[in-house]
């Protein structure tokens, strides 16, 4: 960004994130903007955020922190997983993964929740 050199921009963005547990996350992403004194990415258009447990995620939106593990998006959002589906306004996904600061997934606005019990 010429006008903010402490930002980059970039397009067909692809990143995996490696957590404590074992589970893997890849995020793709259209366009992004990387602030290096925020430490933060904006991303935007065809969103999908892929676990390796077998969920998904797909948004318009979506910012990441580095320091430590943040992901959240004040756009509409669809998860899904095994036997389930979720549509929200928003969403935040916080922690560690240690046992002083697991991983917190919490869903807003307006949540429809699809939850198939299995037999």
Do not use: C
Request: glycine share 14%; hydrophobic share 35%.
């Amino acid at each position: 960004d010429i006008g903010n050199p402490g930002n980059l921009t970039g397009e067909t963005i692809r990143a995996t994130i490696d957590l404590t547990d074992g589970t893997g996350i890849s995020v793709r992403a259209d366009r992004a903007t990387f602030s290096n004194a925020d430490r933060t990415a904006g991303l935007e258009g065809g969103i999908l955020v892929q676990t390796s447990s077998g969920y998904r995620m797909q948004a318009d939106r979506l910012n990441m922190a580095f320091d430590g593990l943040r992901l959240w998006s004040d756009a509409p959002i669809t998860a899904e997983g095994p036997g389930l589906r979720i549509t929200a306004g928003k969403f935040d996904i916080t922690g560690d993964g240690s046992v002083a600061k697991p991983h917190v997934l919490v869903f807003k606005g307006k949540v429809s929740l699809l939850y198939e019990f299995e037999q």
